[in-house]
């Protein structure tokens, strides 16, 4: 009943949101800034050849975030790592086979990401309905909003008509993707490179509104010394995190990005940085690093209705970097293997 019930409200919703996608984003990592430029995705691209797809997804994702909270942040972030490395176009959920290596064992995804057996579950029932017709990119794409939607967060027209890519590059994610520790100055770079702008990357790092991340990856954060000249150095956030990472097993020991919401997707990401509370390096330098991202995290910390409108405006870009269309790459039967 709850997902059903669930299920029409999206549905409504997808009826009512048809609103800012009237100007399609940019295609290529080089026209990104420019919005002008046409998009090759639609918001009807399965309109006449797997109309249930989105709403399959989104049952998927619905009973998935119910079992286990954190698998919203776990997905929304598979389709960013996904669109980081080469474009939008699923590589991320390519395993290792004898010949072929995939981006699953570079550095920012090994013992990392998860939320593929949900992937795999989604892409089994679309090829029983709908078979070779619905991407993996395009799951990964409509399963990232669908996150943020059943977590509390705004829903927004998902761009559709990425096609699969036939290889992967473990060197480009492991060059591309942020890293937990990175500057204002290296976090633009490349966001940059993969045509974002600044606001792009202080509205999408938004999404660690949600979600955990392990005590190796903000032990720079707690020395102190990324922020020791910045504002709002909360040395008594950094003790607890001390305390949290003092154990034996801390390598594998997990902290909430948000302590206070830490399965809502609202701006309280933003007010946490503020507070001196964010929990990576490169969360936490976006309040103390930099004037001009200070300005829009105080932005989005007093207004969380401006917040989610750029937050939307920006996974829309992201989702439309470098997709493959027409006749470029494939439609994967299995996402974890090319056909």
């Not at 096609?163 to 976090?187: F, K």
């Not at 702008?197 to 999408?204: E, P």
């Not at 020791?228 to 020991?253: A, H, I, M, R």
């Not at 989610?308 to 870009?317: A, G, L, P």
Request: hydrophobic share 40%; with cysteine; net charge negative.
């Amino acid at each position: 009943m709850r997902v059903a019930v669930r299920l029409a409200l999206f549905l409504a919703m997808l009826e009512l949101s048809a609103v800012a996608l009237s100007k399609s984003p940019p295609t290529s990592r080089e026209e990104c800034a420019d919005d002008h430029n046409a998009s090759p995705l639609s918001t009807t691209f399965y309109e006449d050849t797997c109309p249930e797809a989105e709403a399959i997804i989104f049952s998927w994702v619905d009973r998935a975030v119910s079992e286990d909270p954190r698998m919203a942040a776990s997905l929304l972030r598979l389709h960013f790592h996904d669109c980081f490395v080469n474009g939008c176009d699923a590589s991320v959920l390519l395993d290792d086979i004898e010949g072929f290596v995939g981006e699953k064992t570079a550095g920012p995804n090994l013992n990392s990401l998860r939320g593929f057996e949900v992937v795999d579950a989604i892409k089994s029932e679309l090829e029983t309905v709908c078979p070779s017709t619905v991407s993996c990119a395009d799951i990964l794409a409509s399963a990232a909003r669908d996150s943020v939607l059943v977590s509390g967060g705004p829903g927004w027209d998902v761009l559709m008509g990425r096609r699969d890519s036939l290889g992967a590059s473990r060197d480009a994610a492991n060059n591309n993707i942020p890293a937990p520790n990175s500057t204002v100055e290296i976090l633009v770079a490349k966001f940059q490179s993969a045509g974002l702008t600044l606001n792009d990357m202080v509205a999408l790092s938004g999404a660690h509104t949600m979600g955990k991340a392990r005590c190796p990856t903000f032990r720079s954060r707690l020395a102190g010394s990324a922020h020791s000249t910045g504002p709002k150095v909360n040395l008594e956030f950094l003790q607890s995190l001390q305390q949290l990472c003092s154990g034996p097993d801390s390598n594998s020991t997990l902290a909430e990005l948000d302590l206070v919401t830490p399965a809502t997707f609202d701006n309280q990401y933003y007010v946490n940085l503020v507070s001196g509370e964010g929990l990576l390096q490169s969360d936490q330098v976006l309040f103390a690093g930099d004037d001009r991202t200070r300005q829009i995290v105080e932005s989005y910390a007093e207004d969380p209705l401006t917040f989610f409108e750029d937050f939307k405006r920006s996974m829309v870009r992201m989702g439309s970097l470098g997709p493959l269309t027409g006749k470029e790459g494939e439609i994967r039967r299995n996402c974890r293997i090319v056909n």
